[in-house]
Each structure stands twice: as structure tokens, then as C-alpha cells.
């Protein structure tokens, strides 16, 4: 979760980037400290300006302690990705799981994407991140993995309300959307507000016509698995 100065908390699975992992408090600490530091230069100059050196500086550490920790700017940069993703996650976790109609996951979802997007224009730190992703395989890989835990989330929700919803075209279509959103969002905060609020409605208009499609029921089937019923010859 994020505290009042805009720091992510650690979800309980975010130490993979890591190379040492700190399992005393003492060292716990010490990664939140660099973890705080390498935020706030990146808010403040981005992350392509932001130096190891000047990290373990502001952090009160050696280099090389630093480097026990974190191999590369790359590693830090992951883990914060993480942390975000984890966030998200939670919040749609929260937001879906009492959903038990239609209109109940119209009005969650579409709350969600304005919730991404004001989320997304007030975080500097995340609009960084996410913005060199497709530059960048290792965040890239992160957010796909992010993509497809949120998926299963609102799968896991449509299949409550549909629940002879095809399972293999629930997946790609819950992924695609999860996605379809990500890059959205990126979209939007690259070019001028009025027209990034315009990309955003527009895909809240895609994504909840789909979702009510199957809702209710209109989403059961892959359509090329659907019977035609062939025409009689003339």
C-alpha cells in the first residue's frame, strides 16, 4: 500500500530483483531506505538520471553495500515496478470481489480505470516506470505477469456471473483487456490531458461492452467454435 508521502510498502513477494535478500530486520530497513531514496530521485529527475553512486549517498551507505543489495539501477527500478503492480492488484482485488451483478462490476470497473488513470497522472515514480517498459524486456515481462494476475481477478469475477463462460476464451479476453489497459494508460499520459482523458473513456467504453457481453451471456463460446447451420442446397 502507499503512505501519505506517495512510498509503496512492500507486498510479501517483490525480493526476486533483489541479490541479497534481507531477512534480519536491520537489512529489511536498509532496502527501505535506498528504496525511498532511489523514489524520490527518480520523481525528481527521472530514472535514466538517477546514479548508484548518488543512491547509496543519499541512502548512507557504501557503494558496495548497495551493490549487495541491488546489482544494477535495473534491479531497483523492478522491484518499485513490482511494488505498484502490487498495489493495483490489491486494489482490484478489493473493488471486484464483492461484485455479484452486472451493474455492480460496470460500476467497479469503470471506477478502477479512472482510479488507474488519476493514479497514474499524480505518481511520477510510476509514470516513469511504466513508460520505458517497452524498452525495457525485464519491466515488460513484470507488467505482462501483472497483466495476467489481474486477468484471473476479473475472470474469476465474470465467471460468477456467467458461469458457463468458456474458460480458455475468458482467459484471453480477460488478459487482453487487462492489458489493453496498461498500454492505454500510457497512451494517455504521453500526449495533452484533454486528449488523454478522451483515450481513457474510450477504452472504459471498449472494455465494459465487452464485459457486460459476457456478463450476460453473450460470451459463453468461442465464436469459431459456434455451429453454423449449414443452408440447404438449392
Known amino acids: 500500500m502507499e503512505d501519505d508521502l506517495g512510498r509503496v510498502s512492500a507486498p510479501p513477494d517483490d525480493t526476486s530483483s533483489l541479490r541479497r535478500t534481507p531477512n534480519q530486520r536491520r ?4 532496502v527501505e531506505k535506498i528504496l525511498e531514496r532511489a523514489t524520490e530521485l527518480i520523481a525528481e529527475r527521472g530514472s535514466d538520471a538517477m546514479r548508484m553512486s548518488e543512491v547509496a549517498r543519499l541512502s548512507g551507505i557504501s557503494i558496495g553495500s548497495l551493490y549487495q543489495y541491488f546489482p544494477d539501477k535495473g534491479a531497483i527500478i523492478q522491484t518499485l515496478a513490482k511494488r505498484y503492480n502490487a498495489q493495483g492488484r490489491a486494489c482490484i482485488d478489493a473493488a471486484l470481489a464483492p461484485v455479484r451483478t452486472t451493474d455492480e462490476l460496470f460500476e467497479a470497473f469503470g471506477a478502477l480505470i479512472d482510479e488507474y488513470y488519476e493514479m497514474f497522472l499524480a505518481e511520477p515514480v510510476m509514470r516513469d516506470i511504466w513508460l520505458g517498459t517497452q524498452t525495457n524486456k525485464a519491466l515488460n515481462d513484470i507488467e505482462l505477469a501483472a497483466s495476467r494476475a489481474n486477468a484471473a481477478v476479473l475472470a474469476d ?8 463462460a468458456d474458460e480458455s476464451a475468458l482467459a484471453a ?19 495533452e490531458r484533454t486528449e488523454g ?10 472494455a465494459l461492452t465487452e464485459l457486460r457481453r459476457i456478463a450476460d451471456g453473450d460470451g459463453g463460446t468461442r465464436p469459431e467454435s459456434r455451429r453454423q447451420t449449414p443452408r440447404k442446397p438449392r
Open 197 to 206: 482523458k478522451e483515450l481513457v473513456i474510450a477504452y472504459k467504453r471498449l
Open 27 to 30: 537489512s529489511r530497513e536498509r
Open 173 to 191: 479476453t480477460t488478459l487482453l483487456i487487462m492489458h489493453l489497459g496498461e498500454a492505454t494508460m500510457r497512451l494517455a499520459i504521453s500526449v
Open 157 to 164: 469475477t465474470l465467471t460468477r456471473l456467467n458461469p458457463s
